[in-house]
């Protein structure tokens, strides 16, 4: 196979394993500054059993998040070396900001959040959840700035000629502020808390369909629900204005993730379908002049095709780009409906009586995990062929020294530790979820936390 396809394969395997744990590790960080918050307002002991909980779960998802995530910094030097030399300046500083401003202040409080209970005060142990919360966030931030600079470079200057070439910067904070910097950012962040949000939705619902916990699962589960619902309607106008930065910024990804290739005709928007790119042509179930509407706010504005682009600077997989972003989409769908449902049981005191419901609730966790997968891969690969949009080829970034039998070798060392690695987090995961939170509080503690007034439990479902 070609080294470029293997390399690029690599590393999107490394990426994407590793993409499953960063925003678990802020969704459920929100989630546990919440049940620490209420359970500092409320003195109900089981908010405190609920966090004691979910921080021992949160602990597990952190570990195995920084071990996956140290193998990609090694795979800028050994496959990407151009890349490494040409972006160095920019992607080292964000990387750099990232391991002293964000990850030190996370790893820091983790140990005060994890072995911290009956050493330290409550206000301080609750100081250190929000710090976590927080580092884990500004992690994303630098992630999310240094990858949007590749999508949207601004802020630099180029040094040198050719294979010598390389970016430096020239201001700082346009090259954080990039133009897709911030609405990119606000898109990670909030697939982020959809993903911990349903993490914890998921779980309490099993626990309900198996009459474990019930006393604790029951306003874990609303508390979540507040959560997921708030947020997949955020989502909704933050993917909205996203699609719009890349309408104007990168429009051969917009038309690759839509199918669209004629520039003098307007633009629909599909539901679903496939794209033959052969013959340039999509078919599939289309709502006429969509895409148009949501980029000029007219039915029958034209929007730039793939056909205005040299063929060799279109993305390549045009339809595994629209396959990936609709299913993104989808998935973002399927999230408001099943939180809008929620909150209309609960408001019917039904939330709890449909069990068919909970299972579809317990599974629940997949949609966001799975729009987070599709949503990198869609930016990514739209970006294609530029690893820098409009500077750098993807092809022009590799290694010159690494052969196609080398990536092969490491490609299948990585799966094989990777496989081993997610078993042994399932085990783990299931071995804490089976256990449960009971043995964190008496029944006698339990009892008197579910008799206690408070407004989140006012309406039982």
Request: aromatic content about 14%; glycine content about 8%.
């Amino acid at each position: 196979m070609n080294v470029e396809i293997l390399a690029r394969v690599q590393f999107a395997f490394t990426i994407g394993f590793h993409y499953i744990y960063p925003p678990l590790s802020i969704g459920l960080g929100l989630m546990l500054v919440i049940m620490e918050g209420l359970f500092l307002r409320t003195g109900n002991r089981i908010y405190e059993m609920a966090v004691r909980f979910w921080i021992r779960i949160f602990a597990l998802i952190f570990g195995i998040g920084v071990a996956t995530g140290i193998i990609m910094e090694f795979e800028f030097g050994t496959n990407w070396a151009t890349y490494s030399k040409y972006v160095g300046d920019i992607f080292g500083s964000a990387l750099a900001a990232e391991g002293i401003f964000a990850f030190a202040l996370e790893s820091g409080f983790l140990g005060i959040l994890i072995f911290g209970w009956n050493r330290v005060s409550r206000g301080v142990h609750f100081f250190s959840t929000i710090m976590v919360f927080l580092g884990s966030c500004f992690s994303a931030v630098w992630i999310v700035v240094a990858n949007s600079w590749q999508q949207t470079p601004a802020g630099f200057h180029i040094v040198g000629e050719g294979m010598n070439a390389r970016a430096e910067i020239t201001d700082f904070w346009a090259m954080v502020f990039n133009p897709s910097s911030v609405d990119r950012l606000l898109h990670v962040w909030v697939g982020a808390l959809l993903a911990g949000g349903f993490m914890v939705l998921s779980v309490n619902a099993w626990y309900l369909i198996h009459k474990k916990h019930v006393e604790i699962a029951r306003p874990c589960f609303k508390i979540a629900l507040v959560v997921v619902t708030v947020f997949s309607l955020v989502q909704l106008f933050l993917g909205d204005r996203s699609a719009e930065v890349v309408a104007h910024y990168q429009p051969a990804k917009l038309a690759a993730m839509e199918g669209h290739f004629d520039s003098s005709a307007r633009a629909d928007m599909f539901v679903f379908g496939y794209v033959d790119r052969k013959d340039e042509r999509t078919s599939g179930l289309k709502i006429p002049g969509g895409l148009s509407f949501l980029t000029h706010h007219d039915f029958n504005a034209p929007v730039t095709g793939l056909r205005a682009f040299r063929p060799e600077d279109r993305p390549s997989q045009v339809n595994t780009i629209f396959q990936l972003y609709h299913l993104m989409v989808a998935c973002g769908c399927a999230m408001i409906f099943l939180a809008l449902l929620g909150c209309w049981l609960w408001w019917r005191k039904k939330l709890f009586q449909y069990r068919w419901l909970l299972w579809v609730y317990a599974l629940s966790v997949l949609l966001p995990q799975l729009a987070n997968q599709a949503g990198w891969f869609t930016a990514e690969m739209g970006r294609q062929p530029w690893v820098v949009y409009g500077l750098l080829r993807t092809s022009d970034a590799l290694s010159r020294v690494v052969t196609a039998n080398q990536i092969i070798f490491s490609l299948i060392l990585f799966t094989i530790v990777y496989i081993v690695l997610f078993v042994l987090f399932l085990f783990m995961l299931n071995r804490k979820i089976q256990h449960g939170p009971v043995d964190y509080g008496t029944k006698e503690a339990i009892e008197d936390g579910a008799r206690r007034d408070n407004p989140i439990l006012e309406h039982q479902g």
